[in-house]
């Protein structure tokens, strides 16, 4: 593998706030590991206009595994334990904020679990050069170079024709819904534009954002990170 480090290209250019994550503290004793399609409803109950919102975006609940969010266990029949620090994030269009807000306070039922909704912050998108998800959806017979072609593809159409440079796909995973599993990669993109990184955390890539996949996150770097086996 060819990757030749650049210098930090995050700038303090003003970042736009059309589209931004809201976190929120949470109190939950445990969750299942995979509570993506149950997380998701649940939301969307308690949410009734967020199934409707093309731009917004449910990220699936992680507490620390490996310092870089790249790992977790194999057993998706253990539970995840989150703790005081563990918190709820949820992408939405600016415009939804106030409606969002209505989320403080309530219970929802994930699972046969209960996860209670604390009090929120706003987490803008920053200019970040290296972007990374934890799930990309990809059908379960697509091969590493294809999925990877098909994301430059999604990647330029959505920016106006930016080029990928970098970009690594790691280990693949499976996420149930009542239709059948939904298979997963993660996916890390590097050397990206200030204009380019805002724009893929705003619209996310491959679909499924409601499911937790396809969110992108600024990544701090990338020097810790090997391409899967």
């Known amino acids: 593998m060819f990757w030749q480090e650049d210098e930090d290209k995050t700038l ?7 589209v931004l994550d809201v976190s929120f503290a949470i109190r939950c004793k445990r ?4 509570h993506a399609w149950a997380l998701s409803q649940a939301i969307r109950q308690a949410l ?6 093309p731009l917004a975006g449910v990220h699936t609940i992680h507490v620390a595994e490996s310092g870089n969010g790249w790992q977790r266990p194999e057993d998706d029949g253990q539970f995840l334990i989150p703790s005081r620090r563990t918190r709820l994030l949820i992408r939405i269009p600016k415009h939804r904020h106030p409606a969002l807000m209505t989320l403080s306070g309530q219970t929802l039922a994930i699972a046969g679990q209960t996860l209670v909704v604390g009090d929120s912050r706003d987490k803008p998108f920053i200019n970040a050069p290296v972007l990374f998800a934890r799930y990309v959806l990809s059908a379960v017979e697509e091969e590493e170079p294809a999925f990877l072609a098909r994301m430059a593809a999604e990647i330029r159409n959505r920016t106006e024709g930016f080029k990928v440079r970098k970009m690594l796909c790691g280990k693949s995973h499976a996420l149930y819904t009542p239709e059948g599993m939904q298979h997963t990669r993660h996916l890390m993109i590097a050397d990206l534009d200030n204009a380019v990184s805002i724009r893929l955390q705003q619209c996310g890539l491959g679909g499924g954002q409601q499911l937790g996949c396809g969110l992108l996150l600024p990544h701090k770097g990338i020097k810790t990170l090997k391409p899967a086996d």
């Open 12 to 18: 303090p250019d003003a970042v736009p706030d059309a």
């Open 31 to 34: 969750l299942p590991l995979d």
């Open 48 to 53: 009734p206009w967020f199934a409707d919102e």
